[in-house]
């Protein structure tokens, strides 16, 4: 956990797919795939956001319970048909609140 409630998360992924036969309208080689995944998420209390620019460094009340994530990945695809390989990078912004009852 870093300060003020903020958190970095990592994730790495791989992943290997071998499939049983061969599509014939594609190739005559059965299809095998090497997938790598990285994801690097940066989570932190609004309320934590908007003290920064008031007078309270944790913010108001209702906004320290509502957690904005950050996530950047990166996905790679290899096959031994090119058809099915590919990159892909994406960015993605999320708010997310527990309740307990």
């Known amino acids: 956990m870093l300060p003020r409630g903020a958190f ?3 994730s790495v992924n791989f ?3 071998y499939y049983d ?6 190739s005559v080689r059965k299809r095998q795939d090497r997938d790598w995944n990285l994801d690097l998420t940066y989570g932190v209390p609004v ?6 620019f008031g007078g309270n460094p944790a913010g ?3 906004l320290r319970e509502i ?3 950050l996530t950047a990945g990166f996905e790679d695809s290899h096959s031994n048909l090119p058809n099915y390989q590919y990159d892909n990078y994406r960015l993605q912004f999320l708010f997310s609140r527990n309740w307990n009852f």
């Not at 036969?21 to 594609?26: A, K, L, T, V």
């Open 67 to 69: 957690v904005l994530n």
């Open 21 to 26: 036969g061969n599509d014939p309208f594609i």
């Open 47 to 52: 309320g934590t956001v908007i003290g920064v």
């Open 60 to 62: 108001p009340e209702p």
């Open 8 to 10: 970095l998360l990592a």
């Open 15 to 17: 992943e290997r797919q």
